[in-house]
């Protein structure tokens, strides 16, 4: 079943306009610093509205660029700012949908997850952190590269 997370935070910490918000994204890229000579293996990455670390956000997937192509996966992690949960929170839904297109999420890794103390989230709801931002709102590596 196809479940879609709509976007929490639209308008407020980016843009909910698409063109808006692939100008930005693309300014932001655009002020990159040239990319490292190698791939890294993991970015930590603020995930603050686009005006508080949208630049070294930009600056960090930026560099990336050279690399789009063999990126196939991508893991997101970030806190919980109203819930406690033991171990992981993974949203019930099966897509995010954002001002720049609908992202499928990987259920199958999901799924493989279950048993690893990873706590469910079974609501698409405003309640708890399903209703906030946390990193629901994090481009993906495709929008910023």
């Known amino acids: 079943m196809t479940a879609i997370r709509p976007p929490a935070v639209a308008g407020s910490f980016y843009p909910a306009d698409a063109i808006q918000l692939r100008n930005e994204v693309d300014a932001l890229l655009d002020a990159a610093p040239p990319a490292w000579p190698t791939p890294p293996k993991a970015l ?13 956000a930009g600056r960090a997937y930026g560099g990336l660029r050279p690399w789009a192509k063999q990126i196939c996966r991508v893991v997101l992690l ?47 709801g405003t309640e708890g952190d399903a209703g906030r931002g946390y990193i629901a709102w994090e481009p993906t590596v495709s929008d910023w590269t």
């Open 44 to 56: 930590i990455v603020p995930h603050a509205g686009y005006r508080y670390s949208g630049a070294t």
């Open 78 to 124: 970030g806190p919980l700012h109203r819930v406690f949960v033991r171990g992981l929170a993974l949203p019930a839904a099966s897509h995010f949908a954002t001002p720049l297109g609908t992202i499928a999420l990987d259920a199958d890794s999901a799924i493989a997850t279950e048993g690893r103390r990873v706590a469910t989230v079974k609501t698409l």
